[in-house]
Antibody, heavy 126, light 107 residues
Framework: QQQLQESGPGLVKPSETLSLTCTISGGSIKNSFYYWGWIRQPPGKGLEWIGTISYSGSTSTYYNPSLNSRVTISVDTSKDQFSLKLTSVTAADTAVYYC????????????????WGQGTLVTVSS | EIVLTQSPGTLSLSPGERATLSCRASQSIRSSDLALVSWYQQKPGQAPRLLIYGASNRASGIPDRFSGSGSGTDFTLTISRLEPEDFAVYYCQQYGPFGQGTKVEIK
């Protein structure tokens, strides 16, 4: 059973770059059935999609237009990991950040984030 | 960019009652497998859990009291008889974006 785990600093200073990594276990980032995504949730608020990356030899990325200028998602195939970088953070970026697998095949729940990490709280504060 | 709007914001019901949650898209969702609506349940302190994908397909292990329907711009999640563990926040999602959520609370 595929599992995902987020890792990274829990505290980031304003104007700096937030960096998180998601490690896949029990599966492979090269799995053609899946894309890989990041979603966040500010305290007491709803879910916000950050972006999604697909890997099938080469990568394609899809970002939330409201975050597009500050976000980069990338993959490390040697470690079965994908990463999130969010630049110029402010207090509004304080949230629980989730990584999740997005099914792109009829072999799994197509069009849905079917497996989620447990989430990691990132606080932006000086 | 499609915007998903959920209603109502909060639904106050008793165990055993039927819950009907709505998700409306700002434009018609094209009918490809990756573009149909999914529904998630989230309880406090937990990651969201996939309930429904492709508008009407239950995910693995989801009880049959949960059902999804709809097409085009209007989608519905129905919980036929609320169990105590069903009181939670529910989100719809299409490809990337999520709706703002509906909280189902105990009346």
């Amino acid at each position: 059973q595929q599992q995902l785990q987020e890792s990274g600093p829990g505290l980031v200073k304003p104007s700096e770059t937030l960096s998180l990594t998601c490690t896949i276990s029990g599966g492979s980032i090269k799995n053609s059935f899946y894309y890989w995504g990041w979603i966040r949730q500010p305290p007491g608020k709803g879910l916000e999609w950050i972006g999604t990356i697909s890997y099938s030899g080469s990568t394609s990325t899809y970002y939330n237009p409201s975050l597009n200028s500050r976000v980069t998602i990338s993959v490390d195939t040697s470690k079965d990991q994908f990463s999130l970088k969010l630049t110029s953070v402010t207090a509004a970026d304080t949230a629980v950040y989730y990584c999740a697998s997005f099914c792109s095949s009829s072999r799994c729940p197509a069009g849905a984030f079917d497996i989620w990490g447990q989430g990691t709280l990132v606080t932006v504060s000086s | 960019e499609i915007v998903l709007t959920q209603s109502p914001g909060t639904l106050s019901l008793s165990p055993g009652e039927r819950a009907t949650l709505s998700c409306r898209a700002s434009q018609s969702i094209r009918s490809s497998d990756l573009a149909l609506v999914s529904w998630y349940q989230q309880k406090p302190g937990q990651a969201p859990r996939l309930l429904i994908y492709g508008a009407s397909n239950r995910a693995s292990g989801i009880p049959d009291r949960f059902s999804g329907s709809g097409s085009g711009t209007d989608f519905t999640l129905t919980i036929s008889r609320l169990e105590p563990e069903d009181f939670a926040v529910y989100y719809c999602q299409q490809y990337g974006p999520f709706g703002q959520g509906t909280k189902v609370e105990i009346k």
